[in-house]
C-alpha cells in the first residue's frame, strides 16, 4: 500500500522557521518525484518544491526560492521542507506527493499518489 505521511505543520510567527516531513512508503522511493505543495483557502494548489531522489536534482516555485530548502534521503524513503522566514502568506495545508516519469515543476495533476496535508500557519 502506497503511503505518504507529512507533518511538522503548525503556527509560526512572521519570519520563522518550521521543517515538514513526508514519509514514503509502498513504493520504489527512488522512481519517483517527490513534490511539497500547498493549498490556501479559495486558492489553487499550488507547487512548492520538488526533488529527485535518483539524483537530487530540484525544484522551487519562485514565492518560495531562497526561503525554503528540501531535502531527501532515500535509505529513509524522507523527504523534508526546511521553510525560514516564513510570511503569512505561506500559510496553507502542505501536501507531499509522489509522481514516476515526471519533470521537475510538474503540475498537480501529473502526480499519482498524496498525502494527507499539515497545516502551517503564519502569524503577523
Known amino acids: 500500500e502506497v503511503q505518504l505521511q507529512a507533518s511538522g505543520g503548525g503556527l509560526v510567527q512572521a519570519g520563522g522557521s518550521l521543517r515538514l516531513s513526508c514519509a514514503a512508503s509502498?513504493?520504489?522511493?527512488?522512481?519517483?518525484?517527490i513534490g511539497w505543495f500547498r493549498q490556501a483557502p479559495g486558492k489553487e494548489r499550488e507547487e512548492v518544491s520538488c526533488i529527485d531522489p535518483s539524483d537530487g536534482s530540484t525544484y522551487y516555485g519562485d514565492s518560495v526560492k531562497g526561503r525554503f530548502t528540501i531535502s531527501s534521503e532515500n535509505a529513509k524513503k524522507m523527504v523534508w521542507l526546511q521553510m525560514n522566514s516564513l510570511k503569512p502568506e505561506d500559510t496553507a495545508v502542505y501536501y507531499c506527493?509522489?509522481?514516476?516519469?515526471?519533470?521537475?515543476?510538474?503540475?498537480?495533476?501529473?502526480?499519482?499518489?498524496w498525502g494527507k496535508g499539515t497545516l502551517v500557519t503564519v502569524s503577523s
Open positions: 509502498g513504493f520504489r522511493f527512488d522512481d519517483y518525484v
Open positions: 506527493a509522489a509522481g514516476i516519469g515526471i519533470r521537475l515543476g510538474a503540475p498537480p495533476l501529473m502526480y499519482d499518489y
